[in-house]
């Protein structure tokens, strides 16, 4: 059972997908996080991608999907939830495409709507610890002593790639890329819409419920 999670930066994926793993022995895959371990591992394909991750260019799609046919080899076979690809038409037509040749298929689509305003705010409230990179957020997650890591006591700042206007300008990017991929697993009936502003456990109840069917 392979999923794909789509959602903004800010929509709840990481939690929603740890709760696939937790209640239907799902494995995370986010691609982003792939990426960088095969290239940290030095893999065959993490030494192809290296090059291209390094200048900041696109890694070519072929490599992506071999990473991720490779990580659904090696996930114990009760699946994957996607996270971070494919995030185009095409990207999504090729990994259809690789998918089918191992007997594998993408069984569901879950988009974890939230309002445009929502997630400015909640990513707009992140804050990072200076000793170790824990986030906090002091709209949703807050740290007992404002400005203070609660585990190491280092100082919290912000990400310079976390002002309003580079959100904003990543979620312009996220919305108008995700609008065509919906299109297309709707056009294969997979998607299913989920109200991501709600409380945490009532959007994990929707999730285990479409991916149950
Ligand atoms: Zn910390």
Same mark, same amino acid.
């Given at each position: 059972m392979n999923i794909i999670m789509i959602g903004a930066q800010g929509s709840g994926k990481g939690t929603q997908a740890e709760a696939l793993e937790r209640e239907l022995g799902l494995t995370p895959c986010a691609s982003g996080d792939l990426l960088r371990d095969h290239i940290a591992r030095g893999t065959p394909l993490g030494q192809e991608a290296r090059p291209y991750y390094e200048r900041g260019d696109l890694v070519p799609d072929g490599l992506v999907i071999q990473m991720i046919l490779d990580f659904i080899r090696s996930s =114990? =076979? +009760?699946g994957i939830t996607l996270d971070g690809f494919p995030r185009t038409t095409p990207q999504a037509e090729a990994l259809d495409a690789a998918l089918r040749q191992m007997? $594998? +298929?993408?069984a569901r689509v879950l988009y974890l709507e939230a309002p445009r305003a929502l997630l400015l705010d909640r990513l707009s409230g992140r804050y990072i610890c200076r000793a170790h990179g824990h986030v906090w957020n002091i709209k949703t997650r807050p740290p007992r002593t404002p400005g203070i890591c609660d585990y190491d006591e280092s100082e919290l700042y912000q990400r310079s790639d976390d002002t309003p206007e580079k959100i904003a300008h990543r979620l312009d990017i996220f919305f108008s890329e995700t609008i065509k991929l919906l299109d297309y697993y709707s056009a294969q009936h997979k998607v299913t819409r989920i109200d =991501?502003? $709600?409380p945490i456990e009532v959007v994990t109840a929707a999730v285990l419920a479409a991916v149950r069917g």
């Open positions: =114990g =076979g +009760r007997g $594998q +298929r993408i =991501g502003a $709600q």
